[in-house]
C-alpha cells in the first residue's frame, strides 16, 4: 500500500554568506511515521527543522510540509504543524487550563471545541484536578507533557519536536514516548530531535547529519546491520567521529 508523503526535500540548503548550514539534503517523510532527526552539535539538524516549519527560508533547493511549500506557503506550514521546542514552550505564569485555552485559540480552534478538547485532555493527562494550577508550579515532566499534549492539541498533520526530552529523568522520557506513539497511532507524523541515542531506538526510521549533509537514513535496525554495531550509540559515533563543526 503506497504510503502518504508529509514531508518531502530534494536538495535542502540554507547558507549563510559563505557558510553552508544545510547542504543538499533530501529525504521524504510518511504519513504517522515516527522519524528520528539525530546529529551532533553542529551537524545543521535545527536549521533544517526551522526551514521545514516555516520560519527561515531556503537559499535553495526545494521541500514541500504537509502539502504546501517552504518557501510561498509558510503561513500555511505553521497552521497545520505542531511545535514543541527544547524549551519550555508554555506561559508558566497562566494555569494549566489558560494556557491549553490560549493555544487552542491561537490555532484557530472554535470556542466548543476548545471546551470539549480541553476537558477531554486533561481527563487524559490526569490533570482534571489541578487545571487551575499554575503550570510554573508544575515538576518538568509534567510540564513537558503537557506541551506536547498543547502541540498536537489541534489536531495537526505533523508534530516538530526539538529535543523534547532533555533534563527529563528516565521515566518520564519513557511516559512521553508512550505519547508519542499514541499521536503517531492517531496518524500524526512526528518528526523529533534528540540527543539521547536509546530514544532514536524508537523510531521508525533515523536522519543523521553530519556537516550539514546526511550520513545515513534507515531505520534503527537496518543501521546497525549495516555498521556491523550493536547499539544506536555506535552509529552515531561511527557517523560522527569525523564532525567537523561543534555549533549550529
Known amino acids: 500500500m503506497k504510503q502518504n508523503i ?3 526535500t530534494k536538495n535542502l540548503t540554507k547558507r549563510f554568506g559563505s557558510f553552508t ?4 539534503i533530501s529525504f521524504d517523510v510518511f ?6 532527526f ?42 497545520n504543524i505542531g511545535y514543541m521546542s527544547q524549551k519550555f514552550s508554555l506561559y ?9 485555552k490560549f493555544f487552542g485559540g491561537i490555532y484557530g480552534m472554535t470556542k466548543a471545541s476548545i471546551k470539549t478538547k480541553s476537558e477531554e485532555l486533561l481527563v487524559q493527562l490526569g490533570l482534571e484536578k489541578e487545571a487551575t494550577k499554575l503550570v510554573g508550579s508544575l515538576p518538568l515532566g509534567w510540564k513537558q507533557k503537557l506541551a506536547f499534549s498543547v502541540a498536537i492539541f489541534h489536531d495537526p498533520k505533523i508534530v516538530f519536536l526539538d529535543e523534547p526530552t532533555g533534563g527529563v529523568d528516565p521515566v518520564t522520557r519513557r511516559q512521553f514516548w508512550d505519547l508519542i506513539y499514541d499521536a503517531s497511532e ?14 532514536a531506538e524508537y523510531c521508525n526510521r533515523i536522519s543523521m547529519m553530519v556537516d550539514g549533509k546526511i ?7 537496518q543501521l546497525k546491520k549495516t555498521y556491523e554495531v550493536n547499539t544506536m550509540d555506535d552509529v552515531f559515533y561511527h557517523l560522527a567521529r569525523g564532525a567537523e563543526r561543534t555549533s549550529d
Open 6 to 8: 508529509v514531508i518531502s
Open 21 to 24: 548550514a544545510v547542504d543538499e
Open 31 to 36: 504519513e504517522g511515521e515516527i522519524f528520528g
Open 38 to 79: 539525530l546529529g551532533a552539535n553542529g551537524a545543521g539538524k535545527t536549521t533544517a527543522m526551522r526551514m521545514l516549519c516555516g520560519l527561515s527560508l531556503p537559499t535553495s533547493g526545494n521541500a514541500s510540509v504537509a502539502g504546501f511549500d517552504v518557501y510561498r506557503k509558510t503561513e500555511k506550514i505553521k497552521r
Open 92 to 100: 508558566e505564569d497562566l494555569t494549566i487550563l489558560e494556557n491549553v
Open 186 to 199: 492517531k496518524g500524526i507524523t512526528v518528526f523529533v530531535t534528540t540527543h539521547y541515542m536509546d530514544e
Open 215 to 221: 550520513a545515513a537514513l534507515d531505520s534503527p535496525k
